[in-house]
């Protein structure tokens, strides 16, 4: 069975920065898209960034400019460069890897807590 590893959130002032990292526990293949999503208390969850496997990416318009989303495809690990960080970025950030083998399936990381406060 596949976890995801998630690590880098903590407390930081706005305007300051910080680096998320997720990589899956155990073996996997197939993999077409690894991103980050964020659910703030009361709020749906919502797209940040993915990264797909030809190196594309696509980024919630609040964070273009802001936020930069890259991988390291022989460790299949994501990261989630996160800079000029806003209190409205304070949310749970959840990892993401899609597998598309015969069939789509994805994995979802326990999610690390993001604050941005002053």
């Known amino acids: 069975q596949v976890q995801l590893v998630e690590s880098g959130g903590g407390l930081v002032q706005p305007g300051g920065s910080l680096r998320l990292s997720c990589a899956p526990s155990?073996?996997?293949?197939?993999?077409?898209?690894m991103g980050w999503y964020r659910q703030a208390p009361g709020k749906q969850r919502e797209m940040v960034a993915t990264?797909?496997?030809?190196?594309?990416?696509n980024y919630a318009n609040s964070v273009k400019g802001r936020f930069t989303i890259s991988r390291d495809n022989a460790k299949n690990t994501v990261f989630l460069q996160m800079n000029t960080l806003k209190p409205e970025d304070t949310a749970v950030y959840y990892c993401k890897l899609s597998q598309w083998t015969d069939r789509a399936y994805d994995y979802w990381g326990q999610g690390t807590q993001v604050t941005v406060s002053s």
């Open positions: 990264v797909f496997s030809g190196g594309s990416t």
């Open positions: 155990g073996s996997i293949f197939g993999i077409n898209a």
